[in-house]
């Protein structure tokens, strides 16, 4: 018998309550912790295979789609990633890659890996895909097969125009592969108004639920391309010819064991984002971003991306000269139990990225993160005036109640 001799004495795990406001994850509402502690079903179960098509149905309404290959990936978002690109690219495709941040690149390492060849269409970090950019490219490309592009750059909080990249796409016959990890439930993603063939997203995220489930949609347009390859898909875990045989309208066959707890986590937290209403969502995360805006801007903290192209979600702001940004984040982290994303790549040491995601973004999250890092800034020595940001966003959020009281005034007299 070998001894089992921990270093560590941990009888049981309990981590600390932390107030999540970096890049993901997002924090759970309490009815997505309490569906993950119901008890282990079959995957064939009768019950399992109900809550699976709920489940289908609540992620066709969060993408806006009707699709019906719309299911979530065992997996996380990175999976959801490879699946797309596995399933819809073939040795010697061209597929063209928009790169504006971290994740676009990840896109180009799997092009390379499915032997694909990538045409990469370069954004400077914090810009938008540029549209002229890619049609152009299409234009000195005219067999290339997929464009692939990320709808919300997590790196920097940048978004970039879906419907128009998507447009341009088609015109050159090409399917399109999307990342929505970042905007889905956070900002829309109209899968069917803007006809992308293939999405992903990240369950932990703006949808705030457990990390591991990357929900996809494959439009029909997506599926035939994968049926009509020469070759097999060269993934057997991703492979979606045989992932229908589970997820799909077919009578179901085992494929692998799905991650239960998680799953009936994603069905909770998918009620709620029903319950809330989707534009309601989306609202939220906005009135949120403004009053977390108004109080960074309050402290002097300069945002990556310029007004227009901003996500709500993820606010990415630079570092004030002189400052040390990992002694911040760490004294965040161990006097206010508050989570904050560093940068990444060519902004590591640059920046902060404040995720107002799900169910983290909420007014008390906001004012914590405000009040924290004002008074670690200024403890440090920078000029801020404590107190400065909060009120800012007490202003930020009374004139949206201003605004919201004058809109009901409006309702009842008209
Ligand atoms: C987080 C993220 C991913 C990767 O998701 P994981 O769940 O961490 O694998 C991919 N793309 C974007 C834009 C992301 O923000």
Redesign the pocket.
Known sequence: MTKFTPKHKINSFHPPKRTLMG??PSEMHPRVIAAMGQPVVGYMDPVFVQMMDELKDLLRYAYQTKNPLTFPVS???????ESCFVNLVERGDKVVVCRN???GG?MIENVERCGGIPVVVEDTWGEPVDPNKLDDALKSNPDAKVVAF??????TGCASDAKTLVDIAHRHDCVTIV????SLGGTPVLVDEWQIDAI?S????CLSCT??L?PTSFSDRAIARVKARKAKVESWFMDLNLVLEYWGNTKRTYHHTAPGNALYALHEALLLLREEGIENAWARHWRHHLALKAGLEAMGLKYVVKEGYRLPQ?NAVYVPEGVNELEVRQRLLAEFNLEIGAGLGPLAGKVWRFGTMGYSCKAENVMLSLAALGSVLSDMGSPIEVGHAEAAAHAAYAAQHAEAAKAARKLATA
Do not use: I, L, N
């Open positions: 890049p993901g997996g996380p978002g990175s999976v959801g990633m941040g971290v994740f990840r990320v709808h919300a750059e997590t790196s990342d929505a990890v970042t992903y990240g369950s932990q995220k990390p591991g990357s993820m």
